[in-house]
């Protein structure tokens, strides 16, 4: 189990999925929140939820507000967990990829060198933000970046010291941002061979 804490990102608007995704029923418990948060309790010593309200998950789990008047974006809650908390990283993650599993945090983790600003995962497709550990070095630019209405991750990552770590299975990354998405995983969520 990890030392390092967990911040579980569930304060987007969900905008393509019509209704807020982090509240949507997954894997046996009411939310996609609570699902994603008992599973990384068994991984990490310590997982906290990001969002704007506190209130709306119904499960008793440490929250981490965003800032007061921010938008509706991760640099939000970055600022909100290193402000928060005391550790000098944190490992990142979006409610809304319950396929990344055990093995991509531990790959993650032994990546770490320290002499990165972040080391995120990257696979054929893309870089995946929202699954990766951030260093406290990148607070400052985040408070600017949030202060000045600026959410790009990717800008950030490109201008700090970020390792990318590559990944082969697309499918641990799937996002649901979609209603179709979300139906899909559900399925193969059920499926004997997951």
Do not use: W
Request: aromatic content about 10%; hydrophobic content about 40%.
């Amino acid at each position: 189990m990890s030392d390092l804490p967990c911040v579980l990102f569930a304060g987007g608007k969900s905008s393509r999925m019509g209704e807020d995704k982090s509240l949507l029923p997954f894997g046996g418990f009411s939310t996609l929140a609570e699902y994603q948060y008992r599973r990384l309790l068994c991984l990490f010593e310590r997982v906290y939820l990001s969002s704007k309200d506190p209130e709306k998950f119904g499960f008793d789990a440490p929250v981490l507000l965003d800032p007061e008047g921010a938008d509706f974006a991760p640099t939000a809650g970055f600022v909100s967990a290193f402000r928060s908390l005391k550790d000098e990283r944190i490992m990142a993650l979006s409610v809304d990829t319950p396929f990344v599993d055990a093995s991509v945090f531990e790959t993650l983790i032994a990546a770490d060198n320290g002499e990165c600003d972040a080391i995120i995962a990257k696979t054929a497709s893309g870089t995946h933000p929202l699954c990766g550990i951030y260093r406290r070095s990148l607070l400052e630019e985040m408070e600017r970046m949030l202060h000045e209405g600026d959410h790009r991750l990717g800008k950030l990552l490109a201008a700090s010291n970020t390792l990318y770590v590559p990944f082969e299975d697309e499918e641990a990354f799937a996002n649901l941002n979609h209603p179709h998405e979300y139906h899909r995983a559900l399925s193969r969520f059920c499926a004997p061979d997951k």
